[in-house]
């Protein structure tokens, strides 16, 4: 079974541009979180969808930040425009809908912002 | 809110000897509980979860946590460290009120010593 897969890996960007995050979650895993871990701290999350809508997104910094899981497969993260506190690594992780089951985390992209 | 608070942001210890990595939980709720382990530039790996079922969970590469209600703890032991077991571990809550995202704790940093 292929894992949570991200891309790109690794980004570097100066302030103010716009960067985007792509996620493609294990197959048939209905629920979609994203996280963001600063460097020396545990993941936090940013937005959860269950299938293509979104369950809770009150951690988001909508002013910059938007994500979409349009047909309830894939998702993207989109930061605009980018600060510098804004460097971290994003984590995409999938569940499937069974209480307390799994989350599955994904190698996770790194951005730097310059 | 569900919540942990990791003693310890590092810890070492010797190769052969016990791991004993502690995590303390609050949940106005029944608590799902996680350890997770990452290694560097690495996306979260489950190392085992508390389910409400056994209170003594056995997880991958001979790790085991117990469950106690009446401490709030889920400490994560290991009877031998090998060297390869250095490597950041978050222990996290979850609970069906939050749609099952995880609230991770800070993060203990593993090194083990020759």
């Known amino acids: 079974e292929a894992g949570v897969a991200q891309s790109p890996r690794y980004k570097i960007i100066e302030k103010r541009q716009s960067v985007a995050f792509w996620c493609n979650p294990i197959?048939?895993?209905?629920?979609l979180y994203w996280y963001q871990q600063i460097l020396g701290q545990g993941p936090k999350l940013l937005i959860q969808?269950?299938?293509?809508?979104?369950?809770?997104d009150s951690q988001l910094p909508k002013d910059r930040f938007s994500a979409e899981r349009l047909k309830g497969v894939d998702s993207t993260l989109k930061i605009q425009p980018a600060k510098l506190e804004d460097s971290a690594v994003y984590l995409c992780a999938s569940r499937s809908l069974g209480n307390g089951d799994t989350q599955y985390f994904g190698p996770g992209t790194r951005l730097t912002v310059l | 809110a569900q919540s942990v608070t990791q003693l310890g942001s590092h810890v070492s210890v010797s190769e052969g000897a016990l791991v004993l990595l502690r995590c303390n939980y609050s949940?106005?709720?029944?608590?799902?509980l996680f350890w997770y382990v990452q290694y560097p530039n690495q996306g979260l790996q489950l190392l085992l979860k508390?389910?409400?079922?056994?209170?003594l969970v056995k997880g991958i590469n001979g790790f085991e946590a117990e469950f106690k209600k009446s401490e709030t703890s889920f400490h994560l032991t290991k009877p031998s460290a090998h060297m390869s077991d250095a490597a950041e571990y978050f222990c996290a809550v979850s609970d069906g009120n939050s749609g099952y995202a995880l609230n991770f704790g800070k993060g203990t940093s593993l090194l083990v010593t020759p």
């Open positions: 949940s106005s709720v029944p608590p799902y």
């Open positions: 508390y389910t409400s079922a056994a209170t």
């Open positions: 197959s048939g895993h209905a629920t």
């Open positions: 969808f269950q299938n293509n809508g979104v369950v809770d």
